[in-house]
């Protein structure tokens, strides 16, 4: 499957398991900003920033944070 983007789109960064945006903030803010060079309006979910031992929140937590995007 190909999906087109555009400038202008929305894209929504989420972080599922391992607390990227905590353990990698560098690399993160990177590709974030690539992202918006691409023209993309770049939004977070709401676990980006949380931490939880290995993982970046509770599993309903992280369910939700995939649901706010739909």
Request: aromatic share 8%; glycine share 8%; with cysteine.
């Amino acid at each position: 499957m190909r999906i087109n983007v555009r400038r202008g789109d929305k894209i929504g960064l989420i972080s599922p398991s391992t607390p990227a945006p905590v353990k990698f903030p560098e690399r993160y803010q990177r590709g974030k900003a690539y992202l918006e060079r691409m023209g993309l309006e770049v939004i977070e979910g709401s676990c980006t920033y949380r931490e939880q031992s290995y993982r970046s929140a509770p599993i309903h937590d992280r369910a939700e944070e995939i649901n706010e995007f739909n």
